[in-house]
Nanobody
Framework: QVQLVESGGGLVQAGGSLRLSCAAS????????MGWYRQAPGKQRELVAR??????TNYADSVKGRFTISRVNGRNVYLQMNSLKPEDTAVYYC????????????WGQGTQVTVSS
């Protein structure tokens, strides 16, 4: 079992920046990939960025060049969001994929990001 706690959301004007943080606890040795997803009202949850255990990353096309994902000590993941746009407004969820016992996706409670125009 892994628990994920996010922080860092808030309200920002278009063009501004925010940094999201996620701290994992529990069976952190079982964590493979970690990432960030978001869900806007009336839309499906979508991948924003993901980072593997080896440091490989992938991003949604809509955030490439503006967002950067990083991972420290295998259990803390960050999302630096620059040049924010109103369409980035969503609840952002931290995700961890566990291998071995308890295999599967684990989610944080979500943090709201609101970008005003």
């Amino acid at each position: 079992q892994v628990q994920l706690v996010e922080s860092g959301g808030g309200l920002v004007q278009a063009g501004g920046s925010l940094r999201l943080s996620c701290a994992a606890s529990g069976s952190i040795f079982s964590i493979n990939a970690m990432g960030w997803y978001r869900q806007a009202p009336g839309k499906q949850r979508e991948l924003v960025a993901r980072i593997g255990s080896g440091g490989n990353t992938n991003y949604a096309d809509s955030v490439k060049g503006r967002f950067t994902i990083s991972r420290v000590n295998g259990r803390n993941v960050y999302l630096q969001m620059n040049s924010l746009k109103p369409e980035d407004t969503a609840v952002y969820y931290c995700n961890a994929y566990i291998v071995g016992i308890g295999k599967g996706d684990y989610w944080g409670q979500g943090t709201q990001v609101t970008v005003s125009s």
